[in-house]
């Protein structure tokens, strides 16, 4: 069975500093990857996706994600962080009909 | 504007009764989902339909219950049998089921016991 784990359940950083969200996965088959975030009392909204090709996806707000299939990784990245970027950030994997969710990391970001 | 939208935003189940949470979507997807949140534990999936008139136990639907009547909307229902329905609801679609859609959110239903 298709599982992801995100290791850590919070990461803070200074406004201005690049940041990353970890995530790996575990999958039979060929990964599908997707990283979401969410605020507050609202639903999920879609980051950025990867299913082949370049192993640096680039998605939405400046967020990138880098797969690694020798580590089964899929670490969502960005240059500079934005206090406005604090939130809860979900990462994904789909290998048949459903997806499947890692619990979530909250991501600080400090002015 | 296309989206999916959920109702209510909050609602209330005394003991012994059914409650039905409402999600509606515009912009024809073929496939929705019913997620379940709760602190900690990310989403953990309930049923979904790929389909209209058909649907599929997700990972916890014990003491859930959906239809899918209309291509637009995926009612769910927490029956008296769901001991511990306390949660934020959350319903989405995609295009299809190919598996590099990705699904679309509504902004939930939270649910409590009185």
């Known amino acids: 069975a298709q599982s992801v784990a995100q290791p850590e359940d919070q990461v803070n950083v200074a406004e201005g500093n690049p940041l990353t969200v970890k995530c790996t996965y575990s999958?039979?088959?060929?990964?599908?990857l997707f990283w979401y975030v969410q605020y507050p009392n609202r639903g999920l909204q879609f980051l950025l996706k990867y299913i082949t090709g370049d192993n640096l996806v680039k998605g939405s707000y400046g967020f990138e994600a880098e797969f690694n299939k020798s580590q089964t990784s899929f670490h969502l990245k960005k240059p500079s962080a934005l206090v406005s970027d604090s939130a809860l950030y979900f990462c994904?994997?789909?290998?048949?009909?459903?997806?499947?969710f890692g619990k979530g990391t909250m991501l600080l970001v400090s002015p | 504007d296309g989206g999916i939208t959920q109702s209510p935003k909050y609602l209330f189940r005394k003991e012994g009764q059914n409650v039905t949470l409402s999600c509606e979507q515009n912009l024809n997807h073929d496939a929705m989902y019913w997620y379940r949140q709760d602190p900690g534990q990310g989403l953990r999936l309930i049923y979904y339909?790929?389909?209209?008139?058909?649907?599929q136990k997700g990972d916890i639907a014990e003491g859930y219950s959906v239809s899918r009547e209309k291509k637009e909307s995926f009612p769910l229902t927490v029956t008296s049998a769901q001991k511990n329905p306390t949660a934020f609801y959350l319903c989405a679609s995609s295009i299809g089921d190919e598996a590099g859609q990705p699904q679309h959110f509504g902004d939930g239903t939270r649910l409590s016991i009185l």
């Open positions: 994904a994997v789909r290998e048949w009909f459903t997806l499947t």
């Open positions: 339909s790929q389909i209209v008139n058909d649907f």
């Open positions: 999958v039979s088959g060929n990964p599908y």
